[in-house]
């Protein structure tokens, strides 16, 4: 059996995360972002989720999706040190996506849309609200980056990519965003060369 059947045919409810893990990093790009989409938060997210949203074949619209299969609600105003032990490496992976999203790291591909609208533009109110109060949550999403896609500004004007993820460049945030844990910058990764080794690239993202 190849390794793409073996991963679509294989039980991601069961096994250890090291095994997950490992077969995760034989799919290929479909692969990844549809088993983001379905993996199950009760599994091993830090381990398995961790690796594929470090991904460059991850956009924006699947990683807020992701982002909010998570249940981001359940921590948004909850002191890290109340998250319950079982749940901290949830709480940690949806730091980590936050933090990417924000940082630049996902691209909006006008193909790939979150898969409900509705509760990002909830969300964004509701921090607005917040910003309003005085009050702030744990996971902030950049409104700039997030209408990227919730606006269709990459079919209305396809130089919107550029100018959106270069208007808050961060020389030092690309230099030591790998340090962070959130991946190579995608300002960065826009100039990798197409012959490049993924397997070389994807050790920086883990």
């Known amino acids: 059996m190849s390794a793409h059947a073996r991963f679509s045919q294989y039980d991601w409810s069961r096994g250890t995360a090291e095994e997950q893990l490992a077969l995760a990093r034989t799919g ?11 993996y199950d ?44 032990e079982a749940l901290r490496g949830a709480a940690s992976v949806l730091d980590t ?10 691209l909006v591909w006008p193909d790939r849309d979150v898969t409900d609208r509705l509760r990002v533009e909830g969300w964004l109110r509701t921090q607005a609200d917040d910003r309003q109060t005085g009050r702030k949550g744990r ?32 020389l030092w945030r690309d ?15 826009r100039y990798k060369p197409q012959n490049d080794d993924d397997d070389d690239l994807s050790k920086l993202h883990f």
């Open 97 to 106: 996506i936050c933090l990417r999203l924000n940082s630049g790291f996902y």
């Open 28 to 38: 290929t790009d479909a692969q990844l972002r549809d088993l983001a989409l379905r």
């Open 175 to 189: 230099i030591f965003s790998p340090v962070l844990e959130l991946g190579v910058s995608r300002r960065v990764l």
């Open 41 to 84: 938060w009760n599994g091993h997210p830090q381990h398995v989720l961790g690796w594929i949203m470090a991904q460059k074949c991850i956009d924006l619209g699947t990683a807020l999706s992701v982002f909010f299969n998570g249940q981001p609600e359940r921590f948004n105003y909850l002191p890290k040190r109340e998250v319950p």
């Open 139 to 170: 996971f902030v999403l950049d409104e700039t980056i997030v209408s990227t896609l919730l606006n269709n500004e990459l079919s209305l004007d396809p130089r919107a990519e550029t100018a959106v993820y270069c208007e808050t460049s961060s």
